[in-house]
């Protein structure tokens, strides 16, 4: 079998014992040993990220990808899609602006998980990283918690922009286990907490905590209102006079 120029292959195992702390890597193997197709799930993540991270690598697919990865960064271009919205968009503005508080706040929610999980970052010998991350933690990925929880949220607020949005993210998604910075399974668990954060939002016709609050205000109003006039009514018929100053 060829070997691609610059790639070194070693036994799994060691490779593998290299990607997680000391203190889970005895943990995680006697799992694996218990759990075969914990295996091969584990054998093909690796394989599929080291086909990604070694082969496409030209211009200008690479550049454009460390271009999504670093708009993708701390949810940055879902903010800012989400604040434009709110500018452009007066009637629906506090919709906008919770949607783009959506993605930096999905960032918070994976450095819990990820602090839970502990797994460490991939390894490729002769192929490091792409990008640089601010941490060491891997699963799952931010980048794709936050980019599905932007898309969907500023979905919800407008359906017509949906296309658009998750093509953005699907692009930031695949950006990562292209730079080396992610397992493509860290990358589907964060595209899966990503849509639940995301689909939190009050979606087209479900209007916010604001815009009911005035909508039951309204209601309460007219309602009694409706009732002053009903009870003038039932004394009029009932020969009494519907206001103090009524004449007889």
């Known amino acids: 079998m060829p070997i691609l120029p610059g790639v070194r292959f070693r036994r799994q195992e060691p490779r593998r014992g290299r990607l997680m702390p000391p203190q889970l890597r005895a943990r995680a193997e006697r799992k694996r040993r218990r759990h075969p197709v914990l295996r091969v799930l584990g054998d093909l993540d690796q394989a599929l990220l080291r086909t990604m991270r070694t082969r496409g690598h030209h211009e200008p697919l690479e550049t454009a990808m460390k271009g999504l990865g670093a708009i993708g960064e701390l949810a940055a271009v879902w903010a800012a899609i989400g604040v434009a919205g709110a500018a452009a968009d007066g009637s629906r503005r506090g ?47 931010a980048h794709a918690t936050s980019s599905l929880a932007g898309a969907t949220a500023l979905g919800r607020v407008e359906p017509r922009a949906r296309p658009a949005l998750y093509a953005l993210a699907s692009g930031v998604c695949l950006s990562r286990p292209y730079l080396g910075m992610h397992y493509p399974s860290d990358v589907l668990a964060g595209a899966v907490l990503g849509l639940a954060l995301g689909a939190l939002v009050p979606g087209p016709g479900r209007p916010g905590a604001e815009e009911r609050l005035l909508d039951l205000a309204t209601q309460t109003r007219e309602g009694a209102t409706r009732a002053d006039g009903s009870n003038g009514s039932e004394r009029s018929r009932a020969g009494e006079p519907a206001s103090p100053g009524a004449a007889a």
């Not at 993605?103 to 602090?115: E, H, Q, R, S, W």
Request: no cysteine; net charge positive; glycine share 8%.
């Open 95 to 141: 919709r906008w602006a919770a949607a783009a508080a959506v993605g930096p706040a999905a960032v918070g929610v994976n450095y819990v998980v990820k602090v839970a999980v502990g797994r460490q970052r991939p390894l490729i010998e002769g192929h490091p990283a792409l990008a640089k991350a601010p941490t060491k933690l891997s699963f799952p990925s």
